[in-house]
């Protein structure tokens, strides 16, 4: 995970993309938020969840992550990329770069040709997660 998003980071530093990681659960403290920026070292801003993205966007995992378009639309809602297929749960490689495919196609100016995947994680405190997929 982290080294996609830190390849990411580097691969579109020129582009008008901002990364921002924010942390959803009501207990995630500061010390947690900086012990992670200490053992990822990503350049993003991580912070707490304290403006209501999460429960506006309708995120139910952590992680899940969101591609917006310069209008505040999704574009993107999912995994990472396919390396984990069920929490603690991963393939020998990574196939598939659903972020990184998302963002590439954005920037070229193309609809994103998969918008949605689901994301693998464990669910965000308080949400209620269906039964069904959406």
């Given at each position: ?11 579109f ?9 924010l ?22 801003s ?9 429960e ?21 809602r ?57």
């Amino acid at each position: 995970m982290t080294y996609d998003l830190r390849t990411m980071e580097l691969e579109f530093a020129d582009a008008p993309v901002a990364f921002v990681g924010l942390f959803p659960n009501p207990s995630t403290r500061a010390e947690q938020i900086a012990e992670f920026d200490a053992v990822y070292g990503l350049s993003m801003s991580l912070q707490p969840d304290t403006s209501g993205w999460a429960e506006r966007l309708g995120a139910l995992w952590t992680p899940e992550v969101f591609v917006l378009d310069a209008r505040d639309s999704v574009v993107y809602r999912g995994r990472i990329n396919d390396r984990y297929f069920a929490p603690g749960r991963r393939k020998n490689r990574t196939r598939r770069r659903d972020l990184h495919e998302a963002l590439s196609e954005l920037m070229a100016g193309v609809p994103v040709s998969v918008p949605r995947t689901d994301a693998v994680g464990c669910p965000i405190e308080g949400i209620k997660i269906p039964l069904t997929k959406d």
